[in-house]
């Protein structure tokens, strides 16, 4: 069963140059909750800092795909997304 859809969040900088974001779930008093909502990274197509990813010790999934720690799935999505702009240009 999945778990529901985050509904308020707080973006938790990483690296401290405001790249790279672990978003976090919050409840009605802003208080954590624990449960990670996502992660933000800008201009994620340039992105190449793999190593300042935090290791959340999760697998993400998206949909019609196998579970994958997160910078496997990230790595893998900015590869399609890469070829995808090349195919338009």
Do not use: H, S, Y
């Not at 990483?14 to 954590?32: F, H, K, N, P, S």
């Amino acid at each position: 069963m999945e778990d529901p859809p985050v509904g308020n969040w707080v973006a938790d900088p990483v690296d401290g140059t405001g790249i790279l974001a672990v978003l976090r779930e919050v409840d009605e008093q802003d208080e954590e909750t624990g449960r990670i909502a996502g992660v933000e990274i800008v201009d994620f197509l340039e992105f190449d800092r793999w190593e300042d990813l935090p290791d959340l010790g999760l697998f993400w999934q998206l949909p019609g795909q196998d579970p994958l720690p997160l910078d496997k799935l990230l790595k893998r999505e900015q590869r399609r997304l890469r070829q995808q702009v090349k195919g338009v240009a």
